[in-house]
């Protein structure tokens, strides 16, 4: 087994793009054409559209295409977590079916997990799977669901067994969302956005070779969706390379399109991060910076912010020097929300009545609105802070998890939601 | 170094704790607490001759260790942790400092070693009794008469100026104000008309003193007139090396928190299995990660003189005042009834916490501070 270099590999993948690169091809042909020679996902398996590459190599290879001002592979939205559950447990039926349309970015994709019943309480899941003859009837409801308004396929989390425990009941499956048993309804928020859906579920049909893993393993490959979840949570930084970026044709054009839409749902989460980076230029030109009490809670708002970015930078520089993880690693999402709340109270110090006003009567057309309606979901969305508080206080401090009474003795019996 | 220590750093930061572990428990901190002198001078030779910390940040040429900022925090990091009883803050950090920038050659070279080598213990005489810590607070007169000087007036907060060899005072020339006219002075500690009082303190681990000048000749630590500069340059390090300290604290009250949530039991099971613990104690972390950050990163810009070093130096010290007085409060929570009693250790770190959230000016005042040179 020999060492490969990271300059045999960039030099082979360059020589690779000088005799393939067709800018005149469409999106999904340039795509196809990456797939098939395993630089598009070079960690993959060489039967699967990759070159089984250690993933050092692989952001070499991805900074040559880059460079180069070609396209890589198809990895807005949820398709790379959808490869990455399909590579790890489908068959190869199901491989052959879809692998190559994620990849080409052909195929748009979206999960399927949460419920209105179950939020943190991802495996309490109550959409059933019902075999009937060689198909699975599926009833239910998924909500927070990106994407499932323009959705080929979905990643679906649903219950087939109600006699055995809770976390043993659940099976994953392919969803086929164009069909009349699957009804999606954009989710209006708060903030007068509709980022997400609600998706129906009424005697929606899976065909039975579209079970993913095993009958009743449904939460392990659940898991593996999680945990590619949290690993790409930065994915969308790589999606153009910045040589392509101010490149002209109807392939560049095609690739904006498609991430404008991968974008769209998220375009007010600077908002709700709080716009920390405007506040000061707002109070000095509001003047409000002249104001005792808005100074200190501007300095406030600034030291926590500044000491995120910091521990962030020091969890990051422990991980490069190979040292064990420490605390600093697993407080980022908490910190964040406490920094986005700080900063909501300091914008309204500083807006004052105008506090009240939205779109183009508010402050900065409706972006200092956008905030204040916007900022109670970053404490919710993708882990609330309860459940980090938990998950801090357990896992990094060592204290005892919660007392469960969920967990044994079949789901059907566990408690829902009391309605008197 | 950037936004981590090096393994060097790390193995100071070992040799600093077993030196702290065997020499400051908290039945040495409770000795010598009631003490007048509130320290141990074999304990302090000790110190001064096996890890020569009183000179860790004075330049070789003047018999120190050479080492910087990110040094003199990581020690003193390790001695918040153990609440270690000695005047080192008072002299190793203010008043070595205010030397090294305000004295000139001939002065660094006449203090500077036997500071370093622990043999003389100095005190800096500041802040007055309106407990201002800058140069507009400064009120005591230095009278030129015949080319002497001579100090009128009282200084207070000082920390060990009680006991110390010599004390360094920051006075003005007659008829300055503000930033101008600010000269550092030198005084020995048994100085004629010179009177030292110890205040009566919540913290009893830092003993200040109330210094009563009565025309004491005092002789010029460097430039006569144009010590403003100094002086700031001296409380912006004073403000990283103390948020540092206080750090060493918190974590150590976190800790203890921790550790007695997972013993103590009630209602049948660990107190720290109650999940308005377990967030608590979540909550507790993250501000302490944040707060410890933000000091290292001080103490980093600091050694780097970095753009950002005033403004970052203010918001460590303001941060760390709130993290710690907030750790504190928490820990004699989570302790229940007990964590209200002398005999737990809780109250003593609880008194450092409060002490400090003021010396060299609280938290709002630092906020001020950092939003005045944030981004200079």
């Known amino acids: ?420 | 170094m950037k936004h981590s220590f090096t393994d060097e750093h790390e193995q100071f930061r070992e040799f600093v704790r077993k030196f702290m572990g065997a020499n400051s428990d908290t039945t040495e901190v409770r000795r010598l607490m009631e003490t007048d002198i509130g320290y141990d001078t074999d304990v302090w030779n000790n110190l001064s001759e096996s890890l020569g910390l009183p000179g860790v940040h004075i330049p070789e040429e003047y018999g120190g260790q050479g080492f910087g900022p990110v040094e003199l925090c990581i020690a003193l990091e390790e001695m918040g942790r153990s609440l270690y009883c000695a005047p080192y803050f008072g002299s190793s950090v203010l008043a070595t400092t205010a030397i090294l920038n305000a004295g000139s050659t001939h002065d660094k070279e006449k203090l500077l070693p036997d500071l370093a080598a622990g043999k003389r213990i100095a005190a800096l005489a500041l802040a007055e009794s309106r407990g201002q810590w800058d140069a507009a607070g400064i009120e005591m007169i230095a009278t030129k008469t015949n080319g002497a000087y001579t100090l009128n007036g009282e200084k207070s907060f000082v920390l060990d100026g009680h006991s110390a060899d010599f004390i360094v005072v920051v006075a003005r020339q007659a008829d300055s104000s503000g930033e101008d006219g600010i000269t550092f002075f030198t005084v020995e500690g048994d100085a004629q008309g010179l009177d030292r009082r110890l205040l009566n303190t919540i913290d009893e681990t830092r003993k200040l003193s109330v210094l009563r000048f009565n025309n004491v000749e005092a002789t010029p630590l460097g430039t006569v007139g144009s010590g403003a500069q100094a002086l700031q340059k001296t409380l912006v390090l004073s403000y990283v090396a103390l948020a540092n300290e206080m750090m060493g604290g918190a974590q150590k009250l976190l800790e203890s928190a921790l550790e007695y949530a997972q013993m103590r039991v009630q209602f049948g099971r660990a107190i720290g299995s109650f999940q308005s613990m377990k967030h608590k104690l979540a909550d507790l972390l993250l501000d302490v990660e944040l707060a410890k950050t933000t000091a290292y990163y001080a103490a980093e810009s600091a050694e780097e003189c970095a753009k950002d070093m005033t403004a970052v130096a203010s918001m460590a010290k303001a941060y760390a005042s709130d993290t710690y007085m907030k750790v504190a409060i928490a820990c004699i929570q989570i302790h229940g009834g007990i964590g209200f009693t002398w005999e737990n250790d809780t109250h003593l770190y609880f008194k450092r916490a409060k002490s400090s959230e003021v010396f060299l000016g609280g938290p709002a005042l630092h906020r001020e501070q950092l939003l005045q040179n944030w981004d200079k």
């Open chain 1, 1 to 420: 087994m020999t060492d490969i270099s990271e300059e045999s590999i960039r030099s082979e993948v360059k020589g690779w793009l000088e005799e393939n690169w067709d800018a005149d091809l469409s999106l999904v042909e340039w795509r196809n054409k990456l797939a098939e020679s395993g630089w598009g996902n070079p960690t993959w398996p060489k039967d699967w559209f990759g070159r089984a590459l250690p993933s050092k190599l692989a952001s070499a290879v991805q900074d040559e295409i880059s460079q180069f001002g070609a396209i890589g592979t198809a990895d807005s939205g949820v398709r790379m977590l959808a490869a990455a559950t399909l590579l790890e447990h489908a068959t190869n039926f199901q491989k052959n079916k879809f692998i190559r349309g994620i990849v080409t970015g052909k195929d748009t994709w979206c999960q399927l997990f949460s419920e209105p019943g179950s939020g943190s309480d991802l495996a309490g899941v109550t959409t059933r799977a019902d075999l009937k003859g060689d198909n699975w009837i599926i009833n239910g409801q998924k909500v927070w669901t990106t994407s499932a308004h323009h959705a080929q396929y979905g990643l679906l989390l649903a219950r087939t067994d109600w006699d055995v425990p809770k976390h043993q009941g659940m099976s994953f499956f392919v969803l086929d969302l164009l069909q009349p048993g699957v009804e999606v309804h954009p989710l209006r928020q708060m903030n007068g956005h509709a980022s997400f859906n609600e998706v129906f579920l009424a005697d929606a049909i899976i065909p039975k070779d579209m079970l993913v893993g095993k009958l009743g393993g449904g939460w392990q490959v659940a898991m593996t969706t999680l945990s590619h979840e949290r690993r790409l949570a930065d994915g969308m930084r790589g999606i153009w390379g910045s040589a392509a970026k101010k490149a002209k044709g109807r392939i560049f054009e095609e690739l904006a399109a498609e991430v404008k839409v991968a974008l769209e749902p998220y375009k007010w989460y600077p908002q709700r991060a709080g716009r920390v980076d405007i506040m000061i230029k707002r109070a000095e030109e509001t003047g409000a910076i002249n104001d005792q009490v808005v100074r200190q809670e501007v300095a406030k708002a600034l030291t926590i912010h500044q000491a995120s970015q910091w521990t962030a930078l020091r969890a990051r520089q422990a991980q490069k020097l190979g040292r064990p993880p420490g605390p600093e690693g697993s407080l980022g999402k908490l910190a964040a929300s406490n920094v986005a709340r700080a900063a909501a109270q300091v914008h309204t110090l500083i807006s004052g009545a105008d506090s009240m006003l939205k779109g183009e009567d508010g402050p900065m057309n409706g972006i200092i609105a956008e905030i204040l309606l916007s900022v109670p979901a970053g404490s919710i969305a993708g882990g609330t802070d309860e459940i980090q508080r938990n998950i801090i206080s357990e896992r990094v401090l060592g204290l005892p998890k919660e007392p469960r009474t969920d967990t044994t003795g079949p789901f059907k019996d566990v408690p829902r939601n009391i309605v008197s």
